[in-house]
């Protein structure tokens, strides 16, 4: 099954259609790529599809616990590399909303290294992840 449709609008801008729900994303190339840097760039998606997927394993995981994360944040940053150009690294903080137990984060943590966006990037990408609890 076919789950998205990808048309390229003009101008390094494509406008992509997730079939199933009917949502749109719409990427732009970045300033220093030649694009107007409007939306989304496609390697801000990879970077940010790690923290996404992260987070959502951690939410399925602390459901499981009976533990709300909701509110739970992560800040991306992606580090682009030259010759080829490329993402070579993918740096994600996570804050959590609530303060955890020493084993609910150690479950949580372990949890977001298993989400399918981190266990299918390269591992030429370096995945930077650091874990933040309020004190």
């Known amino acids: 099954m076919t789950t998205s449709k990808v048309t ?9 259609l997730h079939l199933q729900s009917s949502n749109q994303i719409i ?10 840097g409007e939306a989304f760039s496609p390697t801000d998606l990879l970077a940010t599809s790690l923290a996404s997927c992260m987070l959502t394993i951690i939410g399925i995981k602390a459901a499981d616990m009976q533990v709300d994360v909701k509110g739970t944040r992560a800040e991306v940053t992606k580090v682009m590399a030259t010759d080829p150009r490329r ?7 996570i804050h959590f909303n609530q303060a955890l137990d020493k084993r609910t984060q150690t479950i949580l943590e372990k949890a977001a ?16 992840v650091n874990f933040y609890y309020p004190e």
């Open 27 to 36: 990427t732009d190339a970045p300033t220093d790529n030649h694009g107007k």
């Open 113 to 128: 290294f298993t989400c399918p966006v981190a266990q299918s990037i390269h591992p030429d990408i370096k995945q930077v």
């Open 87 to 93: 993402v070579s690294e993918v740096h994600v903080d």
């Open 8 to 16: 390229y609008q003009g101008d390094l801008r494509t406008q992509a």
